[in-house]
């Protein structure tokens, strides 16, 4: 049983499935086949029985009738009697009452023993399977027995032939079955074969190659293959985002190691002897260097994404109001105005998020802004949700710009952007921590009048 199921279990699914259809519809036809010829064979024998007996009844009735006056020529007479007798290959047998044979009609077989009379008994004569039944038969004052012996020889050769019927048509099911089962493992797992060889192609090749699954049934593979397609595009379009992700990192590394490099050689071949080339390669290195270590914190704050707190909350009016203080320390010429409805909940995202996102916008607001920044942010409530518009007048975003400014290391102008600092993560920074919160944010900007950040927070209670 063991050495069964280990091969059934080491065996491709298009033949597991063959030999399970195949086992079944032939077991089904096995315990069919069972049930009829066992049927059969008691049916047909209780009818060989009630042929014996009928001709026992009929024959003690015809001697019984005709008296001890019959002779032999009218037993001859008697055509009916006699060739029902010998179509069924049935033998009589007449015994007076000390059992000695006084006639005998169609005799085929050897005497069987007298006992138990008007039963039918099943024995065997001459190697041969029969019905014997022997009765008391009364011909006027005269006492006898009759024998009448049924062979089973055409009820055999009927079962036997019936058997190997069915062990044939058993045979041909099995292989129809089986071929059936074949064409249909065959037909059902082609969808399976196609997603295998789709899975090697990536495996082997990666994403180089375009994934082309075809199945239009809506059954349980046709689900299967659209959640496979639909994942397989969601993974090419984050390895595509990712390869896009390392260029991108890896150019922006790039630049400033070369600046760093570049000062370090300048320094190593003369300007080390000249104080204001030393202090100004220095001073460049050093923020180089600052601007690294920022990149590299927030590509790594981007990986992390971490489970967000279901118990996270904040107060928005301190939090916000705490940034803004930090802001104008940094940046004294900026305008900063907070405006707010009189009671604002607690919003559900962490003080340091939120302090985050905000800081981002406001530190690109006055970045992006070639005059007096003028930034104006008001909070209101709105149902569950607390939404915070932050506005300023810098140089704006062209529309078609704008569904990219949360990609990493986006730039509109390129080499604007590198005069004006920023390492392109901020924006990205802040949705990632947005969609953490189940939070939300539009974008509104026209260009040289400013732009608009509209969020939305979920609030706690």
């Keep these: 049983m063991k050495k069964l199921r280990d091969y059934l279990v080491n065996q491709s699914l298009q033949k597991k499935w063959m030999l399970t259809s195949s086992a079944v519809i032939f077991f089904s036809y ?10 059969l064979h008691t049916w047909l024998l ?53 059992g000695e044979k006084i006639l005998s009609i169609n005799e085929n077989s050897q005497v069987a023993p007298i006992t138990s009379l008007g039963e039918i008994m099943e024995m065997t004569i001459d190697k041969k399977n029969v019905f014997v039944i022997n009765q008391r038969i009364q011909l006027g004052f005269i006492q006898g027995y009759i024998q009448v012996i049924h062979p089973l020889s055409k009820f055999e050769s009927l079962m036997h032939y019936l058997l190997t019927t069915m062990l044939i048509a058993g045979i041909g099911a099995l292989l129809l079955s089986a071929s059936i ?38 059954d349980e593979i046709g689900d299967l293959l659209k959640m496979y397609n639909a994942m397989m595009n969601e993974l090419q379009i984050s390895f595509t985002k990712q390869q896009q992700f390392v260029a991108d990192a890896s150019h ?56 967000k707190d279901i118990t996270s909350e904040a107060d928005a009016v301190a939090v916000i109001e ?38 981002n916008i406001i530190e690109n607001a006055i970045r992006y802004c070639e005059k007096i920044p003028e930034i104006q942010i008001s909070l209101s409530v709105l149902e569950k949700e607390v939404s915070v518009k932050i506005e300023d007048n810098g140089i704006g975003i062209a529309e078609e710009n704008i569904p990219y400014i949360f990609d990493r290391f986006y730039r509109v102008d390129e080499a604007r952007n590198r005069q004006i600092g920023g390492t392109g993560l901020g924006l990205s920074i802040t949705k990632m921590l947005l969609e953490k919160y189940n939070s ?16 939305k927070f979920p609030l706690k209670y």
Aim: net charge negative; hydrophobic share 40%.
């Design 30 to 39: 096995t315990i069919i086949c069972i049930v009829v010829y066992i049927s």
């Design 46 to 98: 209780n009818d060989e029985a009630s042929q014996i007996k009928r001709a026992s009844d009929d024959l003690v009735y015809f001697f019984e009738s005709q008296g001890p006056g019959l002779t032999i020529q009218e037993i001859h007479q008697n055509k009916g009697l006699l060739d029902s007798i010998k179509d069924r290959d049935q033998t009589v047998k007449l015994f007076n009452v000390d």
């Design 181 to 218: 089962g074949y064409y249909l493992a065959n037909y059902l797992t082609k969808p399976l074969h196609a997603l295998r060889a789709s899975m090697k192609t990536v495996m082997d090749k990666g994403f180089n190659e375009p994934i082309q699954l075809s199945y239009t049934s809506h």
């Design 252 to 307: 922006e590394l790039r630049t400033p190691i070369q600046a760093i490099e570049g000062h370090l050689s300048l320094l190593k071949r003369w300007g080390k002897d000249d104080p204001e080339i030393l202090e100004e390669s220095i001073e460049t290195s050093l923020t180089e260097i600052a601007r690294m270590r920022k990149m590299i914190e927030e590509l790594l704050e981007l990986a992390r994404r971490e489970e």
């Design 322 to 359: 705490a940034v803004i203080e930090e802001t104008r320390l940094l940046h004294p010429d900026a305008r900063i105005l907070l405006s707010k409805d009189e009671e604002i909940g607690r919003l559900f995202i962490t003080e340091n998020a939120l302090s985050q996102i905000v800081r």
């Design 440 to 455: 939300s944010v539009e974008v509104k900007s026209v260009k040289n009048v400013g732009t608009v950040f509209l969020l």
